[in-house]
């Protein structure tokens, strides 16, 4: 079965202070993993794929086989980082498997 | 373009009730799908539709119908409310039906529900 755990509800830190927002997958097949986030008063919408490898709004994710990890990261937190973060994984083409959510915190 | 159009944004139900929540979309995209978003549990998919007169059912169907009429519009129906579907719904569309590989969704603003 498809399983994506993100094991912290909450990670509170100060700007400018690196940022880990931790995902685990579990998938017997070839992941294709997301990231999606959710501002204040704004829609849940795509931030970034690993297929992509690309940086958006400062944010890398590495797809780590080994550890079966997608951890999101960015090297200096903002402000406007603040809001709710969840790791996808696709599984079986049409459906998108979630995880629990963290909320991301940042305190100037 | 408004994109993913959900309503009601906001129902309050009583135990036994029915009802339907409306999804719309303008983007001509074929997949459409919808979720619940409960505290600590992140979204479960509900029910899912790759194209008109196709639809499936995803991780907690129970207790909801969907079905799929025309591109457009994929609505959601409870068909004897319960309190265990108080909840947050999403409906999202995508362009491609093979989310594997694109992954990309795009969310209504959420209908919140409560039943009493």
């Known amino acids: 079965a498809q399983r994506v755990t993100q094991p912290e509800k909450l990670l509170s830190v100060f700007k400018g202070a690196p940022v880990e927002l931790k995902c685990n997958y579990s998938?017997?097949?070839?992941?294709?993993l997301f990231w999606y986030v959710q501002y204040s008063r704004q829609r849940l919408q795509l931030l970034l794929r690993?297929?992509s490898r690309e940086s958006i709004k400062g944010f890398t994710a590495d797809l780590n086989k080994g550890e079966t990890s997608f951890h999101l990261k960015k090297p200096f937190a903002q402000e406007e980082d603040s809001a709710m973060y969840y790791c996808?994984?696709?599984?079986?083409?049409?459906?998108?498997?979630f995880g629990t959510g963290t909320r991301l915190l940042v305190s100037p | 373009n408004a994109g993913v159009t959900q309503t009601p944004k906001f129902q309050v139900l009583k135990t036994g009730q029915s009802m339907t929540l409306q999804c719309a979309q303008d983007?001509?995209?074929?997949?459409m799908s919808w979720y619940r978003q409960d505290p600590g549990m992140g979204l479960r998919l509900i029910h899912y539709?790759?194209?008109?007169?196709?639809?499936d059912q995803g991780e907690v169907p129970n207790g909801y119908n969907v079905s799929r009429s025309t591109t457009e519009d994929f609505p959601l129906r409870l068909l004897s409310a319960a309190p265990s579907q108080t909840s947050v719904y999403f409906c999202?569309?995508?362009?491609?039906?093979?989310?594997?590989?694109?992954?990309?969704?795009?969310f209504g603003e959420g209908s919140r529900l409560t039943v009493l």
């Open positions: 983007m001509n995209h074929e997949y």
């Open positions: 539709s790759v194209g008109a007169g196709i639809t």
């Open positions: 998938y017997s097949g070839s992941p294709e």
């Open positions: 999202a569309s995508s362009y491609s039906i093979w989310l594997a590989d694109t992954g990309e969704l795009f």
């Open positions: 996808a994984l696709g599984g079986g083409f049409q459906k998108l498997v």
């Open positions: 690993h297929i």
